[in-house]
């Protein structure tokens, strides 16, 4: 059964009191009251990411088995998988279909990265390809700053609206695991530190978990300003080879703004995307069905490369 059909629950969020939602902060309002740089800290927030950039220096103190360095690669490319297949290409772009209980799996897997609830990132990055590169986005390198739209915007208070991801909310799984989003990675991290003590902790918990926020971020700072483009889109989103390999195909993030729909990120066979190659092994399993792909006369417009090439020789 279709994930997308099945459910006729609906579930309001403001009835849980772990989330404040202001219903003043409606996204399409033409304009906000405070730069979101001008945002207060939420310190628990911030206490915990600075604590992921401090924590792994100490791999450099003790001894660390090869086995645990092999963990934690894993660890770190699996959940890097279900950044870009699912909190991203999934939850926030729907752009394939798949049964209920993949998708609850999928969101389980998303939050290992310690990133949040689904819902919450989803709400997010919505609003910034609505409102990207403008006042209105939380993440503008272009705005904001580097810093600001790589790391500050993740430690500022920000009551995220749900009324952009309504088709999620139907879902009491969903948001049922949005009050409970640190669990699996408590439940992973305290696993971890029983089998390899503290050395496991550091390499498979704390430093995946920090190469992987900053893999991540480097989306939302690096890919608007660093890159080619290809596409005429409103923004400065860039195609980055290099964070587009590094983040399984995230890194094509011209191509995504340009066609955000698609399950695809790089639109031609010389621009690799892990994800998406993952994505048609799920398809070919039965797994995940519907895969949105783009569509041919946006990849033979043949004046979108001109204007690209015009673009780069500014
Ligand atoms: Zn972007
Ligand atoms: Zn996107």
Redesign the pocket.
Known sequence: MDAATSSNHSIELTNLTFIRIRSKMNFPNDDIAVSHNKRPIEWPIAVVIFLFQVIPIFIFFIEIPAWCWVVGFLFFVIRLSFVGICY?RYF??RSFKTSRLFQFFMALGSVLSFQGGVLRWASM?RAH?KFSDTKKDLHSPIIYGFLESHILWVIRKYDFDDSNIKDLTRFPELVWLERLWMLPSLIVATLFFIIGGWPLLLVGFFLSTTILYHMTWSINSIDHIFGTTRFPTKDHSKNNFIFALLTLGEGWHNN?HYY?SSARNGFYWYEIDISFYIICVLKMLGIVWDVKNVPTYVLEKKEFKQIAGDMKSQ
């Open positions: 991203h926030s772009h990055h390809h995504h955000p």
